[in-house]
């Protein structure tokens, strides 16, 4: 079991930045995949950005170029640092790992991501 907590959500105005946190305990040593998805309400979740073990990375076009997805193994903690935000990055931003083709097995609580204009 692998738990999931996330950090460092809140309200920031437009074209500011944020950097969420996302530590993890558990049996970390066997997951392959770590990103976050995000929830606007009204909307489905989705995904914003995803890392795999072997360094290959994912990121929503919406979100290219502003947001970066980075690890810190020796910690078990993965960070989400967003620059240029908009209003439409408005979410609650969920912390994921996996396995793999498995992926997302586990998930965070969320954390609420305002953005105001």
């Known amino acids: 079991q692998v738990h999931l907590v996330e950090s460092g959500g809140g309200l920031v105005q437009a074209g500011g930045s944020l950097r969420l946190s996302c530590a993890a305990s558990?049996?970390?040593?066997?997951?392959?995949?770590m990103g976050w998805y995000r929830q606007a309400p009204g909307k489905q979740r989705e995904l914003v950005t995803k890392?795999?073990?072997?360094?290959?990375?994912f990121y929503a076009d919406s979100v290219k170029g502003r947001f970066t997805i980075s690890t810190d193994n020796a910690k078990n903690t993965e960070f989400l640092q967003m620059n240029n935000l908009k209003p439409e990055d408005t979410a609650v931003y969920y912390c994921a790992a996996g396995y793999g083709l498995g992926f997302p097995n586990y998930w965070g609580q969320g954390t609420q991501v305002t953005v105001s204009s």
């Open positions: 890392t795999h073990d072997s360094g290959s990375t």
């Open positions: 558990g049996s970390v040593f066997s997951l392959l995949t």
